[in-house]
């Protein structure tokens, strides 16, 4: 009944992204226009902000409100905010599909739209025309939640509409590391291997062997830090159509000289990526400030 047209994993970057245009921007407007043209309705995001404990939980809140969980940034980047229409019909049934899964989910206000959510939406959806369905991480197992995922498709496929799974993060997450300003061509070599890794895995559609990236390449694992321990991307994974995989890194970037940016389509409905630009192949430099 339900059909799910994208499911993805992109990079939210620093807060600072609300004002330093880079390639990546290119990536959350044209996937947001074909979403919209594909009658996108409710967008299930899961940012790796979004960190309970014990439980997954799921927003119950009707209207969610922006949190911007940041600090010591420049005053400007508070002038910004997004605020959403949460889908109450696609909660309740997260919650009571991943109980006949033998999962801990609960519906949970305690919450809201962290900028690992709402900053891509932001540039997504600036008509804020979607209503979205903020789902958490928690300490468990990559597994967990891959089934936490499957959960979410299984909920989506059983109500009517057409939807959008988003995880978010960065692969390469060296908050110790950071330049703050710098966009040269200088990266974190270690991280940049990590995601030339994880972008091949992801693209072999190999599942097993994407779960289990932090144990096939546990050195460039630790080194890279992945935020979120790449639970959102688990997440996103299990909600994919194994049907309509497609694996592919649209965008692939580094701001900061120890945070990666990227973007990558896990499963699209037929015609999906036909209908995007090309892909920029751009540097950040190009973009910064612009």
Sequence with gaps: ????????????????????????????????????QRGVSTVVVCSPHY?????????????????????GFPEELYKYSYEATNDMAIVKKIVDLSAERGLEVVGSQSWGLDHGAWLPLYFMFPGRNVKVVPVSINSS??????????????????????????GTGSPV?????????????????????FDEKLSDVIASGDLGKILRI???????????APEGKLNPLYV?????????????????????????????????????LSSLPDPSLKKSADYSGK
């Design 1 to 36: 009944m339900g059909n799910i047209v994208l499911t993805s994993y992109l990079s939210h970057g620093a807060p600072t992204s609300l004002v330093e245009r880079t390639g990546i921007h290119d990536v959350y407007e044209n996937l947001g226009r074909v979403l919209i």
């Design 51 to 71: 960190l309970s404990r014990g439980d997954f939980q799921v927003e119950s809140r009707e209207s969610i409100p922006c949190i911007q969980d940041y600090y």
């Design 141 to 166: 197992d990559p597994e967990t939640h891959f089934k936490f995922g499957e959960a979410i498709k299984s909920a989506l496929e059983k109500t009517e509409g057409t939807f959008a799974v988003i």
């Design 173 to 193: 997450h060296r908050l110790d590391l950071m330049r703050y300003g710098y966009y040269g061509e200088e990266r974190f070599e270690p991280g940049e291997k």
């Design 214 to 224: 932090q144990e096939e390449y546990p050195s460039l694992f630790h080194a890279a």
């Design 236 to 272: 996103a994974l299990g909600a994919s159509d194994s049907e309509k995989f497609i694996g592919k890194t649209l965008c692939h970037d580094f701001m900061y000289y120890g945070v990666s940016l990227m973007a990558v389509v896990l499963s699209a409905e037929e015609g999906l």
